[in-house]
């Protein structure tokens, strides 16, 4: 167990729908990191929040967003998915600049 | 981000020291050295972190060429569960983003 919490493990929906993905970050970090991992296109890095504070955007589609609670769990939104939407989505957190603790990920399988 | 270059793919023997390298010719004086590997279905492991100095700790060595142009992970002694694959990264100092790359996936051979 890494500390990083994210639920759910496996989701299958349709294409169109909405889903919500949730990571509870380690105790005492602050900041929380979304990648999205599919098979052709490795690791790609979404979104960073620092304690409730958007940080920086990489390739995150209109169609997602996310957010940061006051008790630093967040929450990764997909809406009108597609069928390439499909991926490993990981949330990692850290206490600052050195070492990220990365959860065991949600897999998303759209139909 | 400065660009890394690893081999796609390596082998080796179980109980034996592998050493993987990492080529990243475009570092600058403030970019951190980093690795991390991903086991099959697991999430990204941090395992070491540089910046001039060749680095220990329980899980591996990182020794650092000393116009910092390359680096490589040692494993002391590789075994089974070390198989995965092994990202080496780039980090800038207050930039806190991780650019993985495509890494180099270790096949341990019993």
């Known amino acids: 167990d890494s500390g990083v919490t994210q639920t759910p493990k496996h989701l299958i929906t349709a294409t169109g729908q909405r889903v919500t993905l949730r990571c509870s970050p380690r105790?005492?970090?602050?900041?929380v990191y979304w990648y999205q991992q599919s098979l052709d296109q490795g690791l790609q890095f979404l979104i960073h929040?620092?304690?409730?504070?958007?940080?920086a955007k990489g390739n995150i589609l209109e169609r997602f967003s996310a957010q940061q609670f006051p008790d630093l769990h967040s929450e990764l939104n997909l809406s009108s998915l597609e069928l390439g939407d499909s991926a490993l989505y990981f949330c990692?957190?850290?206490?600052?600049?050195?070492?990220?603790?990365f959860g065991s990920g949600t897999r998303l399988t759209v139909v | 981000d400065a660009k890394t270059t690893q081999p796609n793919s390596m082998e080796s023997n179980e109980e034996e020291p592998v050493h993987l390298p990492c080529n990243h010719s475009?570092?600058?004086?403030?970019?951190?050295i980093h690795w991390y590997r991903q086991l099959p279905s697991q999430g990204p492991e941090y395992v070491i972190h540089g910046l001039t100095s060749n680095v220990n700790n329980r899980m591996a060595s990182l020794a650092i060429a000393e116009d910092r142009k390359s680096s490589t992970l040692i494993l002391h002694r590789a075994t089974l569960r070390d198989a995965a694959v092994y990202y080496c990264i780039l980090r800038v100092y207050g930039n806190e983003k991780l650019t993985f790359g495509t890494g180099t996936r270790l096949t341990i051979i019993p």
């Open positions: 105790s005492g970090d602050l900041s």
């Open positions: 990692a957190s850290s206490a600052g600049q050195f070492g990220y603790t």
């Open positions: 475009t570092i600058s004086g403030t970019d951190y």
């Open positions: 929040y620092y304690n409730g504070e958007e940080r």
